[in-house]
């Protein structure tokens, strides 16, 4: 499956649709490629409409279809590969001061996948607790 980049995802790298199968791919900034499972064309649509790719994706993707890990490989060229089915369980969220952030996803295979933006809010708390603490 060939998928095509997303510009200006804080969350989203690429994505593509199989219409034939119904079935999304999504790759994130953080790593990793997911196929997403009887996933109806007109989802696909609002999906690549929509102006906030990640927020459209934690809103009505992730909680209401089912997933598998992808390889790489397959992600850019058409093959056939041995997946192992992965369920996606939840999202990591920081929230502050009326923004909410992703930081990880977590997959009930114990895999935690982070966000480019979480070194960020790490950093920040970090600095955060040190000016406290020097207070």
Known sequence: MRLEKVDGSTVIDAYGYDDKNK????R???????RYFEV???????FKATYS??????????????CETVNDEEASVDRLFRLETVACTSAVY??????????AVIWTNGDIILSHQAEDVLRQLVMEFVASDNS
């Not at 994130?28 to 997911?34: A, D, I, M, Q, R």
């Not at 109806?40 to 609002?46: A, E, I, S």
């Not at 920081?94 to 930081?103: A, N, Y």
Request: proline share 7%; hydrophobic share 30%; charged share 20%.
């Open 23 to 26: 079935q999304l791919y999504v």
């Open 53 to 66: 790719k990640g927020t459209f994706f934690h809103t009505y993707i992730k909680p209401n279809y089912e």
């Open 28 to 34: 994130f900034l953080s790593g990793g490629t997911y």
């Open 40 to 46: 109806p064309v007109r989802v696909w649509q609002d």
């Open 94 to 103: 920081f929230d502050r001061d009326g923004r909410t952030t992703p930081v």
